[in-house]
Protein backbone atom coordinates (compact mmCIF):
# COMPACT_ATOMS: atom_id res chain seq x y z
CA UNK A 1 0.00 0.00 0.00
CA UNK A 2 1.09 3.51 0.40
CA UNK A 3 3.02 4.80 3.26
CA UNK A 4 1.24 7.77 4.47
CA UNK A 5 4.35 10.42 5.42
CA UNK A 6 6.96 8.67 2.12
CA UNK A 7 3.89 9.89 -0.04
CA UNK A 8 3.60 13.62 1.13
CA UNK A 9 7.88 13.69 0.85
CA UNK A 10 7.33 12.19 -2.93
CA UNK A 11 4.69 14.64 -3.54
CA UNK A 12 6.96 17.54 -2.40
CA UNK A 13 10.12 16.47 -4.16
CA UNK A 14 7.76 15.82 -7.12
CA UNK A 15 5.89 18.42 -7.60
CA UNK A 16 7.79 21.51 -8.53
CA UNK A 17 9.46 19.42 -11.38
CA UNK A 18 6.04 18.34 -12.71
CA UNK A 19 4.80 21.76 -12.94
CA UNK A 20 7.86 22.83 -14.54
CA UNK A 21 7.44 20.39 -16.94
CA UNK A 22 3.79 21.22 -17.16
CA UNK A 23 4.59 24.97 -17.90
CA UNK A 24 7.14 23.95 -20.60
CA UNK A 25 4.60 22.18 -22.83
CA UNK A 26 1.57 24.44 -22.20
CA UNK A 27 0.15 25.49 -25.43
CA UNK A 28 -0.72 29.14 -23.55
CA UNK A 29 -0.57 31.42 -20.58
CA UNK A 30 -1.61 29.47 -17.08
CA UNK A 31 -5.22 31.55 -16.36
CA UNK A 32 -6.25 29.64 -13.34
CA UNK A 33 -5.03 27.02 -10.61
CA UNK A 34 -7.47 23.84 -9.64
CA UNK A 35 -5.83 22.17 -6.85
CA UNK A 36 -7.67 18.95 -5.33
CA UNK A 37 -8.21 19.25 -1.79
CA UNK A 38 -9.76 16.34 -0.19
CA UNK A 39 -10.85 13.97 0.19
CA UNK A 40 -7.51 11.84 0.20
CA UNK A 41 -4.66 11.15 2.27
CA UNK A 42 -4.38 14.79 4.66
CA UNK A 43 -0.55 15.16 4.51
CA UNK A 44 -0.39 14.65 0.15
CA UNK A 45 -3.46 16.50 -0.07
CA UNK A 46 -1.82 19.55 2.08
CA UNK A 47 1.63 19.59 0.12
CA UNK A 48 -0.75 20.36 -3.50
CA UNK A 49 -3.13 22.58 -1.65
CA UNK A 50 -0.04 24.70 -0.07
CA UNK A 51 2.10 24.76 -3.47
CA UNK A 52 -0.99 25.65 -5.79
CA UNK A 53 -2.23 28.58 -3.08
CA UNK A 54 1.55 29.59 -3.24
CA UNK A 55 1.80 29.55 -6.84
CA UNK A 56 -1.87 31.41 -7.52
CA UNK A 57 -1.08 34.31 -5.14
CA UNK A 58 2.09 35.04 -6.83
CA UNK A 59 0.79 34.84 -10.18
CA UNK A 60 -2.05 36.64 -9.43
CA UNK A 61 -4.29 33.79 -10.41
CA UNK A 62 -7.14 32.77 -9.77
CA UNK A 63 -7.26 29.50 -6.76
CA UNK A 64 -10.12 26.59 -7.08
CA UNK A 65 -10.39 24.08 -4.96
CA UNK A 66 -11.53 20.64 -6.46
CA UNK A 67 -13.03 17.46 -4.79
CA UNK A 68 -11.11 14.51 -6.00
CA UNK A 69 -14.35 12.85 -7.02
CA UNK A 70 -15.74 15.95 -9.22
CA UNK A 71 -12.46 15.20 -11.06
CA UNK A 72 -13.51 11.69 -11.25
CA UNK A 73 -16.89 12.42 -12.02
CA UNK A 74 -16.09 14.62 -14.83
CA UNK A 75 -13.02 12.58 -16.25
CA UNK A 76 -15.50 10.25 -18.57
CA UNK A 77 -16.17 14.18 -20.96
CA UNK A 78 -12.79 14.18 -21.31
CA UNK A 79 -10.29 13.57 -24.35
CA UNK A 80 -6.85 13.45 -24.41
CA UNK A 81 -6.27 16.05 -27.17
CA UNK A 82 -7.00 18.90 -25.50
CA UNK A 83 -10.85 19.74 -26.87
CA UNK A 84 -13.05 21.31 -24.25
CA UNK A 85 -15.09 18.98 -22.41
CA UNK A 86 -18.21 17.37 -23.68
CA UNK A 87 -21.40 18.40 -22.34
CA UNK A 88 -22.89 16.52 -19.85
CA UNK A 89 -25.80 14.24 -20.67
CA UNK A 90 -28.40 14.02 -18.03
CA UNK A 91 -29.80 12.78 -15.84
CA UNK A 92 -26.90 10.31 -16.15
CA UNK A 93 -25.69 7.73 -13.73
CA UNK A 94 -22.04 7.55 -12.70
CA UNK A 95 -19.93 4.73 -10.91
CA UNK A 96 -16.87 5.76 -9.33
CA UNK A 97 -14.73 2.56 -8.80
CA UNK A 98 -11.52 3.23 -7.44
CA UNK A 99 -8.91 2.55 -4.47
CA UNK A 100 -10.75 4.42 -2.24
CA UNK A 101 -14.02 4.69 -3.45
CA UNK A 102 -16.97 2.58 -4.84
CA UNK A 103 -20.03 4.51 -5.64
CA UNK A 104 -23.06 5.07 -7.79
CA UNK A 105 -23.95 8.83 -8.81
CA UNK A 106 -26.76 10.47 -10.20
CA UNK A 107 -25.19 13.51 -11.91
CA UNK A 108 -27.41 16.41 -13.21
CA UNK A 109 -26.42 20.22 -14.60
CA UNK A 110 -27.06 21.29 -11.01
CA UNK A 111 -26.61 18.19 -8.79
CA UNK A 112 -24.34 15.31 -7.72
CA UNK A 113 -25.94 12.96 -5.75
CA UNK A 114 -24.71 9.64 -3.72
CA UNK A 115 -26.83 6.64 -4.87
CA UNK A 116 -25.58 4.04 -3.23
CA UNK A 117 -21.45 2.95 -1.94
CA UNK A 118 -19.78 -0.17 -0.74
CA UNK A 119 -20.28 -0.64 2.87
CA UNK A 120 -16.83 -1.98 3.14
CA UNK A 121 -13.43 -2.16 1.09
CA UNK A 122 -13.47 -0.22 -2.51
CA UNK A 123 -13.42 -2.20 -5.78
CA UNK A 124 -9.80 -1.06 -6.58
CA UNK A 125 -8.62 -2.02 -2.85
CA UNK A 126 -10.05 -5.65 -3.49
CA UNK A 127 -8.59 -6.56 -6.04
CA UNK A 128 -5.21 -4.66 -4.55
CA UNK A 129 -5.55 -7.18 -1.53
CA UNK A 130 -6.06 -10.20 -3.30
CA UNK A 131 -3.36 -9.56 -5.89
CA UNK A 132 -0.64 -9.20 -2.98
CA UNK A 133 -1.98 -12.29 -1.37
CA UNK A 134 -0.86 -13.54 -4.74
CA UNK A 135 2.13 -11.86 -4.86
CA UNK A 136 1.50 -9.74 -8.04
CA UNK A 137 2.94 -6.56 -6.98
CA UNK A 138 0.70 -3.26 -5.91
CA UNK A 139 -1.55 -2.11 -7.28
CA UNK A 140 -3.22 -5.13 -8.28
CA UNK A 141 -5.92 -4.58 -10.63
CA UNK A 142 -3.62 -4.45 -14.26
CA UNK A 143 -2.04 -8.25 -13.31
CA UNK A 144 -5.40 -9.06 -12.16
CA UNK A 145 -7.23 -8.13 -15.66
CA UNK A 146 -4.29 -8.96 -17.40
CA UNK A 147 -4.48 -12.64 -16.01
CA UNK A 148 -8.45 -12.90 -16.05
CA UNK A 149 -8.41 -12.14 -19.97
CA UNK A 150 -6.94 -15.48 -20.56
CA UNK A 151 -9.08 -17.44 -17.73
CA UNK A 152 -12.34 -18.98 -17.00
CA UNK A 153 -14.83 -16.90 -15.04
CA UNK A 154 -16.86 -19.76 -14.06
CA UNK A 155 -14.42 -21.93 -13.18
CA UNK A 156 -13.80 -20.91 -9.19
CA UNK A 157 -17.24 -20.46 -7.28
CA UNK A 158 -17.23 -16.93 -5.12
CA UNK A 159 -19.64 -15.32 -3.55
CA UNK A 160 -21.63 -12.08 -4.61
CA UNK A 161 -23.31 -11.12 -1.17
CA UNK A 162 -26.13 -9.00 -1.21
CA UNK A 163 -27.29 -6.49 1.62
CA UNK A 164 -31.17 -6.99 1.87
CA UNK A 165 -31.38 -3.57 4.19
CA UNK A 166 -29.53 -1.67 1.20
CA UNK A 167 -30.26 -2.60 -1.74
CA UNK A 168 -28.41 0.06 -3.76
CA UNK A 169 -25.10 -0.46 -1.61
CA UNK A 170 -22.93 -3.15 -2.17
CA UNK A 171 -20.16 -5.00 -0.58
CA UNK A 172 -16.54 -6.39 -0.69
CA UNK A 173 -15.39 -8.12 2.52
CA UNK A 174 -17.09 -11.67 1.71
CA UNK A 175 -15.70 -11.95 -1.33
CA UNK A 176 -12.39 -11.06 -0.75
CA UNK A 177 -12.52 -13.14 2.23
CA UNK A 178 -13.20 -15.98 0.65
CA UNK A 179 -10.90 -15.65 -2.40
CA UNK A 180 -8.04 -14.92 -0.20
CA UNK A 181 -9.02 -17.82 1.98
CA UNK A 182 -9.12 -20.09 -1.77
CA UNK A 183 -5.66 -18.50 -2.42
CA UNK A 184 -4.19 -19.82 0.75
CA UNK A 185 -5.20 -23.17 0.30
CA UNK A 186 -3.60 -23.61 -3.18
CA UNK A 187 0.15 -24.25 -3.11
CA UNK A 188 2.28 -21.87 -4.84
CA UNK A 189 3.29 -24.32 -7.45
CA UNK A 190 -0.30 -24.79 -8.30
CA UNK A 191 -0.62 -20.63 -8.71
CA UNK A 192 2.53 -20.44 -10.83
CA UNK A 193 1.96 -17.27 -13.57
CA UNK A 194 2.45 -19.93 -16.69
CA UNK A 195 -0.47 -22.48 -15.41
CA UNK A 196 -4.22 -21.96 -15.66
CA UNK A 197 -5.46 -21.83 -12.54
CA UNK A 198 -4.17 -18.51 -11.46
CA UNK A 199 -5.71 -17.17 -15.02
CA UNK A 200 -9.32 -19.06 -14.18
CA UNK A 201 -9.18 -17.77 -10.60
CA UNK A 202 -8.33 -14.63 -11.97
CA UNK A 203 -11.03 -14.34 -14.30
CA UNK A 204 -13.47 -15.53 -11.52
CA UNK A 205 -12.84 -13.14 -9.29
CA UNK A 206 -13.09 -9.79 -11.37
CA UNK A 207 -16.21 -11.17 -12.58
CA UNK A 208 -17.35 -11.30 -8.98
CA UNK A 209 -16.11 -8.00 -8.34
CA UNK A 210 -18.01 -6.57 -11.56
CA UNK A 211 -21.43 -8.19 -10.84
CA UNK A 212 -21.16 -6.59 -7.00
CA UNK A 213 -20.59 -3.23 -8.61
CA UNK A 214 -23.35 -3.56 -11.00
CA UNK A 215 -25.90 -5.12 -8.87
CA UNK A 216 -28.06 -1.94 -8.22
CA UNK A 217 -27.51 -0.99 -11.39
CA UNK A 218 -30.92 -2.39 -12.83
CA UNK A 219 -32.98 -0.82 -9.77
CA UNK A 220 -31.10 2.50 -10.25
CA UNK A 221 -31.84 2.63 -13.64
CA UNK A 222 -35.69 2.24 -13.17
CA UNK A 223 -35.67 4.59 -10.67
CA UNK A 224 -33.98 7.63 -12.43
CA UNK A 225 -34.25 6.89 -15.80
CA UNK A 226 -30.77 8.26 -17.05
CA UNK A 227 -30.07 8.94 -20.47
CA UNK A 228 -26.29 7.76 -19.95
CA UNK A 229 -24.29 5.80 -18.31
CA UNK A 230 -20.53 6.58 -17.22
CA UNK A 231 -17.32 5.00 -15.24
CA UNK A 232 -14.62 6.25 -13.75
CA UNK A 233 -11.47 5.85 -11.37
CA UNK A 234 -8.81 3.46 -11.80
CA UNK A 235 -11.00 0.11 -12.13
CA UNK A 236 -13.22 1.87 -15.22
CA UNK A 237 -9.66 1.07 -16.76
CA UNK A 238 -10.87 -2.65 -16.15
CA UNK A 239 -11.63 -4.76 -19.36
CA UNK A 240 -14.49 -6.73 -17.92
CA UNK A 241 -15.81 -3.82 -16.52
CA UNK A 242 -15.99 -1.46 -19.48
CA UNK A 243 -17.31 -4.84 -21.80
CA UNK A 244 -20.40 -4.71 -19.11
CA UNK A 245 -21.26 -1.58 -18.97
CA UNK A 246 -21.16 -0.96 -22.55
CA UNK A 247 -23.39 -3.76 -23.61
CA UNK A 248 -25.72 -2.91 -20.70
CA UNK A 249 -26.37 0.58 -22.16
CA UNK A 250 -26.85 -1.35 -26.05
CA UNK A 251 -29.17 -3.45 -24.38
CA UNK A 252 -31.03 -0.65 -22.94
CA UNK A 253 -30.46 1.68 -25.82
CA UNK A 254 -28.17 4.17 -23.13
CA UNK A 255 -25.47 5.99 -24.11
CA UNK A 256 -22.01 4.85 -22.32
CA UNK A 257 -19.25 7.30 -21.52
CA UNK A 258 -16.04 5.29 -20.75
CA UNK A 259 -12.95 7.98 -20.52
CA UNK A 260 -9.54 6.92 -22.12
CA UNK A 261 -8.28 4.63 -20.02
CA UNK A 262 -4.96 6.74 -19.31
CA UNK A 263 -7.34 9.07 -17.71
CA UNK A 264 -8.96 6.88 -15.49
CA UNK A 265 -6.73 6.39 -12.88
CA UNK A 266 -5.98 9.77 -10.61
CA UNK A 267 -4.69 12.59 -13.45
CA UNK A 268 -4.67 16.22 -13.32
CA UNK A 269 -6.29 16.96 -16.22
CA UNK A 270 -9.80 15.65 -14.40
CA UNK A 271 -9.03 18.33 -11.59
CA UNK A 272 -8.27 20.73 -14.41
CA UNK A 273 -11.71 20.25 -16.35
CA UNK A 274 -13.45 20.07 -12.95
CA UNK A 275 -12.37 23.21 -11.81
CA UNK A 276 -12.59 25.08 -14.83
CA UNK A 277 -16.21 23.89 -14.51
CA UNK A 278 -16.84 25.55 -10.94
CA UNK A 279 -14.75 28.41 -12.10
CA UNK A 280 -17.13 29.09 -15.12
CA UNK A 281 -19.84 28.84 -12.26
CA UNK A 282 -18.13 31.42 -10.31
CA UNK A 283 -16.60 29.73 -7.91
CA UNK A 284 -12.70 31.28 -6.19
CA UNK A 285 -10.86 30.32 -3.20
CA UNK A 286 -9.28 32.61 -1.16
CA UNK A 287 -5.12 31.19 -1.17
CA UNK A 288 -4.99 32.43 2.07
CA UNK A 289 -7.25 30.31 3.44
CA UNK A 290 -7.71 27.61 1.64
CA UNK A 291 -7.48 24.07 3.70
CA UNK A 292 -7.03 20.40 2.92
CA UNK A 293 -9.92 18.51 4.05
CA UNK A 294 -9.59 14.57 4.09
CA UNK A 295 -12.84 13.72 3.41
CA UNK A 296 -15.65 14.18 1.14
CA UNK A 297 -16.73 17.83 2.00
CA UNK A 298 -16.51 19.97 -1.01
CA UNK A 299 -19.72 21.78 -2.78
CA UNK A 300 -19.43 22.47 -5.99
CA UNK A 301 -21.23 25.93 -6.91
CA UNK A 302 -24.76 25.96 -7.90
CA UNK A 303 -24.73 22.35 -7.27
CA UNK A 304 -26.67 20.23 -4.43
CA UNK A 305 -24.57 17.38 -3.20
CA UNK A 306 -27.37 15.45 -1.57
CA UNK A 307 -26.56 12.17 0.12
CA UNK A 308 -28.78 9.24 -0.37
CA UNK A 309 -30.86 8.23 2.63
CA UNK A 310 -29.18 5.00 2.69
CA UNK A 311 -25.83 6.42 3.28
CA UNK A 312 -26.65 9.31 5.48
CA UNK A 313 -28.23 7.01 8.20
CA UNK A 314 -25.14 5.18 8.46
O1 LIG B 1 -8.46 6.12 -9.24
P1 LIG B 1 -7.19 5.48 -8.85
O2 LIG B 1 -6.00 5.67 -9.74
O3 LIG B 1 -6.71 5.90 -7.43
C1 LIG B 1 -7.56 6.11 -6.35
O4 LIG B 1 -8.12 7.23 -6.25
O5 LIG B 1 -7.71 5.14 -5.60
O6 LIG B 1 -7.50 3.91 -8.70
C2 LIG B 1 -6.49 2.97 -8.42
C3 LIG B 1 -7.10 1.59 -8.32
C4 LIG B 1 -6.14 0.54 -7.78
O7 LIG B 1 -6.79 -0.16 -6.74
C5 LIG B 1 -5.90 -0.36 -8.99
O8 LIG B 1 -5.64 -1.72 -8.66
C6 LIG B 1 -7.20 -0.23 -9.74
O9 LIG B 1 -7.54 1.13 -9.60
N1 LIG B 1 -7.07 -0.59 -11.16
C7 LIG B 1 -7.69 -1.64 -11.74
C8 LIG B 1 -7.26 -1.66 -13.11
N2 LIG B 1 -6.42 -0.60 -13.29
C9 LIG B 1 -6.30 0.03 -12.09
N3 LIG B 1 -8.53 -2.56 -11.25
C10 LIG B 1 -8.99 -3.50 -12.09
N4 LIG B 1 -8.63 -3.60 -13.40
C11 LIG B 1 -7.78 -2.70 -13.95
N5 LIG B 1 -7.44 -2.79 -15.24
ZN1 LIG C 1 -8.98 8.59 -7.62
Given at each position: ?16 M???R ?11 V ?9 G ?7 F???F ?42 S ?18 Q ?66 R ?36 A ?7 L ?16 S ?5 H ?8 P??T ?14 H ?35
Amino acid sequence: GVVPELASREHLRALPMMVDRALDEARGPVELVAVTAGPGLIGALLVGVRFAAAFAWARRLPLVAVDHLEGHLVSPLLSLDGEAARPEPEPMLALVASGGHSSWYLMESDSRRRLGQTRDDAAGESFDKVAQVLGLGYPGGPAMDKLAREGDSQAVALPRPQLPDAPLDFSFSGLKSAAIRWVRTRGADELSTDGTVLRDFAASFEAAVVDQLLQPLPELARRHRPVALAASGGVAANTLLRRRLSDWGREHDLEVLLPAPALTTDNAVMIAAAGQAAHALGREDDPRRLDARAREAWQPPGMRRCESAASESR
